[in-house]
């Protein structure tokens, strides 16, 4: 699960990166970032209810 959390940050920054150095529009970037939010919250609540923590 750690692994997952850590994954989807790091989309995140290269989207990020992307967008500011023009590789992708700032708009296609923005969607996907939205997207990406909403599955990092999605792993954060499913890490806290695990009762492993894995």
Avoid: N
């Amino acid at each position: 699960m750690t692994y997952s959390q850590g994954s989807c940050d790091e989309t995140k920054f290269w989207l990020e990166f992307a967008a500011a150095t023009g590789l992708a529009s700032k708009e296609i970037a923005g969607d996907l970032l939205e997207g990406y939010a909403v599955v990092g919250k999605l792993l954060h609540h499913l890490f806290r209810r695990s009762p492993s923590k894995l």
